[in-house]
């Protein structure tokens, strides 16, 4: 099940202790293609065992009030964390290292059946750029 984003101070330690990426999904609730890929892709990879020491995945709502920590540790909300990072589209999926730092982005969707593996080579590319900085 795909966790919604609470506490990325914390997501952040335990991906630097196991220098895995942080995968954030941003979507809007009337989005369908954001349903599309939560179900076909982010709902079975969150609940495979050889994904959670792989990447720690959460999901943030564009324009949700819902409380959350940052990466510094302060207090934010979902809609702040976005704009943050400039989400402006939706799916977007960033992979972010320990600090918050993007390593990596997938836009939008073209071909659902192939969105799984692009995904898997972009959470294998930003592991390889957090082993060679950590």
Same mark, same amino acid.
């Given at each position: 099940? $795909? %966790?919604?984003?609470?506490? !990325?101070?914390?997501?952040?330690?335990?991906?630097? +202790?196991?220098?895995?990426?942080?995968? =954030?999904?941003?979507?809007?609730?009337?989005?369908?293609?954001?349903?599309?890929?939560?179900?076909?892709?982010?709902?079975?990879?969150?609940?495979?065992?050889?994904?959670?020491?792989?990447?720690?995945?959460?999901?943030?709502?564009?324009?949700? $009030? %819902?409380?959350?920590?940052? !990466?510094?540790?302060?207090?934010?909300?979902?809609? +702040?964390?976005?704009?943050?990072?400039? =989400?402006?589209?939706?799916?977007?999926?960033?992979?972010?290292?320990?600090?918050?730092?993007?390593?990596?982005?997938?836009?939008?969707?073209?071909?659902?059946?192939?969105?799984?593996?692009?995904?898997?080579?972009?959470?294998?590319?930003?592991?390889?750029?957090?082993?060679?900085?950590?």
């Amino acid at each position: 099940m $795909l %966790m919604n984003a609470k506490d !990325f101070f914390i997501d952040g330690q335990i991906a630097k +202790q196991k220098q895995i990426p942080i995968l =954030v999904m941003f979507s809007e609730p009337s989005c369908p293609y954001c349903e599309l890929v939560k179900q076909e892709v982010l709902n079975s990879m969150s609940g495979l065992v050889e994904y959670k020491n792989k990447v720690i995945i959460r999901h943030v709502f564009y324009s949700s $009030l %819902m409380e959350i920590v940052n !990466f510094s540790g302060h207090s934010s909300n979902h809609s +702040q964390f976005s704009f943050t990072y400039g =989400v402006n589209f939706y799916p977007t999926l960033l992979l972010l290292d320990h600090n918050g730092k993007v390593l990596g982005k997938k836009i939008g969707v073209v071909l659902i059946e192939t969105y799984w593996t692009e995904l898997d080579t972009l959470i294998e590319q930003a592991t390889k750029q957090l082993k060679a900085i950590l």
